[in-house]
Structures are given as C-alpha cells and as structure tokens.
C-alpha cells in the first residue's frame, strides 16, 4: 500500500524514469526496503490505470517510458499524507498469542517464553543500534528508520518486562474471583 | 585477563526469616575495550551488582578481582586508592557539586588524590575537550542541560587515566537523543581501553552493549551472544 504512495511522492518533485524511481525509493528509506523493479513496474501500471499518473514514450529514446503525476494522483497523495493511518484494530500479534497460549499449556514456564524472546528482541536491538551508530551518523533517513524499529523492539520488550510482572504479582496474590462482566463489555467494545 | 572478574559473587541482607539474597552466585568477567549491560526490572539487584563491582559493598562470599588484584586481600586503604584511581562511577543523578564549575568537579578527584591544583585543572580541561564541552569548563552545574550535566560527570569519572567505568542508569533523567550522547560516549572511552559496565532497565540503551547481561532476582538467567554485523539487516530487513 505505502509503495503506491511514495512512487506518487516521488514523482511530485519531477517525471521519472521506473528504474529511477526503485532507486531513489531504497535510497531514500535507508536501504532497509529493498524493492525489485516488477514491483514497481506493476505498481505504476495500476497507479496508470486509475489516472493517477501518465506515461509518455514519445519523449525518450528507447523503449523506457517516462512517468509523471497527474492532478488526480496529487490529490490522492495530499489526502494520504494528511490522513491519519489506521491504528483502530490490534494487530494479530504473534508474540501477545504464543504468551497467551503458552500460560494454559500444561509444563511451560511462561517466564522462560519471556526470556527467550527478551534476549532475542535485545540481540536484534543491538544490530539496529551499531547500524545507527555507523552509518546513522551520515544517513539522516536511515536513522529515522532505524529509530522506528528500535522503539517498536523496546515496546516488545517493555511488554515482556510487564507481563513478568503481572505474573510475580499473580503468584503473590489471588486473581480476582470472576472477570465475566468485564469480557463481555470488551468483546462488544472490539467489534463496535 | 579481563580487568574486572566477579567470581560466585552473593550478597546476602538480614538474618534468619529476613534474609534477602540481593545477588546470587554471579559470575562476570569484562574486558578492556568492551561496554557491558546488565539489565533487569528494579529490585533484580543491578545497583548492588555494581556496588560490588565498584568495592563499595562488600560481597557476603565469593571474590571480586580487578585489574588482577583480589578486593578481598586488599587493605582498607588499597582499596580506597582503587576507587581513586582505578574506578570511574557515573550515576543517574549525576551528583555534581553544585559550588563547584565544571572543570572543578572533573579535577577534583585528582586533586583529592594528591595531584597539584594546576595539574588537576590541566587534566581536566583535556577530558572536557575531548568530550567536546571544553566551552562549557567554567559553568556552574544549574548553567548546564541535564545531557550536559551528565557529560561532565562522564569526564569526571574517566579523568586520570581510570579504566574501569560503572554507570548505573547513566541516562535515567535524559530523553532519548541525550541518552544516544551518553552512551556514544561511554562507547568512545571504551575505544581508548576503558572497560564500561552499564546497568539499566532500559534496552535501547542496553543495546549499545557489546554484551547484555539479564538479571532476574539476583541470578544472571541469561546473556546475549555477539551479534552478526548489521549489515545483515539490510539483506533481511522487513519487506514492504
């Protein structure tokens, strides 16, 4: 979906060429996306289609077209860039369903789960943290994608340090006797 | 031979049904040249582990070594001259004096091990340029930013040639770009020979570590093993 977007943002500066616009999208995202040429070709074919750019042989030599944004498609990429992205719906998150499944399977010592995905997340961490710390110097944009990514692994393992919590807590005091009313006020707030 | 080595270390508060095990059979060895981290929540025993370290505390059994040397066969002045020489501190709240610029409180610990006034202030006004706040030298701490604030304590802390740094939450108080500075710095120093230990809840910082070590109610439960380069990320990194 966001590919769709950044060729439209990228073509708002000038007319590109398609391989140029594989290009300039890596660069401009730190190389941290690679994206492949059919990609991008199949992408400007439906952006085409639906008016948003338009494509002209006749002023290039060979057989490359060259792409340019049409009004339609400058409107389509204002509206995108001020509307806000959809954060409604949890996402289906892997983690949060295996520590949840993990507490009823008889055997599991949920904070060895913890651990095990804690130490993995802190290793990723520091990867990210020596690219930032190499290359981050230099690369305005790729620091800003990496500063994503290292904020969303510490969510993942603040996450953990507080189900570690919830669990010590638990174990030194008796849960609460009945969360029926409570799960029925969610499920309806979920599906409104 | 790392510079710092804890060996089985226990600490043990109270007696009898008080007891607590603030650490627990803790085996650790550091090298010149490397940044540990040692993460855990609050109260898993971090700021003992590092009082320890420091020869602040004493271990209730087990055997701390730095540089070579056992804590437990030096004298009560041996040690002290330790942590004047040897050992660095940085903590969260920085602990600067406050009557004091910032070229003085970076010098004082030569001058309170017996370095002349002029010798110390010299040495001080290196730490401070290479750290990049020689303009900042004769500010008092409440002239200072909180980042910078914690810089200075970072010279103060390797003045003298110290090379063994233990931070405990050094960028506690600080956003996140102060944080980056913070540890970029400890990192720097490290370069020059310094072996750094950091304890922190915080993994953003712990993952400027060559090394995290996971503590959980007194125990190391668990370590990082080096990471591959991260180059590798950006073969593998998320697609769009």
């Excluded at chain 2, 008080?18 to 550091?30: G, K, M, P, R, T």
């Excluded at chain 2, 004082?108 to 990049?132: H, I, W, Y």
């Amino acid at each position: 979906m966001s590919v769709k977007y950044a060729l439209l943002g990228l073509l708002s500066e000038r007319p590109k060429y398609g391989h140029q616009l594989r290009q300039e999208f890596e660069d401009k995202t730190g190389d941290v996306w690679p994206l492949n040429v059919g990609q991008v070709y199949t992408t400007l074919q439906r952006l085409e289609r639906d008016g948003l750019v338009e494509s002209n042989r006749a002023d290039s030599e060979g057989s490359q077209k060259r792409f340019r944004i049409t009004v339609a498609g400058e409107r389509e990429l204002a509206g995108w860039i001020l509307t806000p992205i959809d954060l409604t719906v949890p996402p289906r998150d892997e983690l949060v369903i295996k520590v949840l499944v993990a507490l009823d399977v008889p055997g599991v010592d949920v904070r060895n789960v913890l651990q095990i995905h804690r130490r993995y997340v802190v290793e990723l961490m520091q990867q990210w943290t020596r690219l930032k710390d190499d290359e981050g110097q230099y690369d305005f944009r790729l620091a800003l994608v990496v500063d994503a990514e290292l904020f969303r692994l510490d969510s993942v393992i603040r996450w953990l340090d507080a189900v570690d919590g919830r669990l010590k807590r638990d174990a030194s005091e008796p849960r609460a006797a009945s969360t029926e009313i409570p799960i029925l006020r969610r499920r309806l707030a979920v599906r409104k | 031979m790392s510079l710092l080595e804890l060996h089985q270390v226990s600490k043990t508060y109270g007696t009898g049904p008080n007891e607590v095990h603030a650490v627990a059979d803790i085996d650790l060895e550091v090298d010149r040249g490397s940044l540990i981290a040692v993460m855990g929540p609050s109260g898993s025993g971090k700021s003992t582990l590092l009082t320890i370290a420091g020869s602040l505390e004493e271990p209730t059994s087990g055997e701390v070594f730095i540089d070579g040397e056992s804590l437990q066969e030096m004298s009560h002045n041996g040690k002290a001259r330790l942590r004047r020489r040897t050992v660095g501190y940085v903590f969260q709240e920085f602990n600067l004096l406050a009557g004091l610029t910032a070229v003085e409180n970076v010098s004082l610990p030569l001058e309170l091990d017996g370095v002349s006034a002029k010798k110390s202030r010299l040495a001080g006004m290196a730490v401070l340029e290479q750290l990049n706040l020689a303009d900042r030298a004769t500010r008092y701490p409440d002239e200072l930013s909180g980042g910078e604030r914690q810089r200075v304590a970072i010279a103060r802390a390797v003045i003298g040639g110290r090379h063994l740094l233990l931070a405990d939450e050094p960028s506690g108080a600080l956003d996140q770009a102060n944080g980056e500075v913070v540890m970029r710095m400890l990192l720097s120093a490290c370069k020059t020979g310094v072996a750094a230990v950091v304890v922190t809840h915080d993994a953003q910082l712990a993952s400027w570590a060559d090394r995290v070590v996971f503590l959980r109610d007194g125990r190391i439960v668990d370590q990082t093993v080096a990471p591959p380069s991260a180059e590798s990320l950006l073969q593998t990194g998320p697609q769009s």
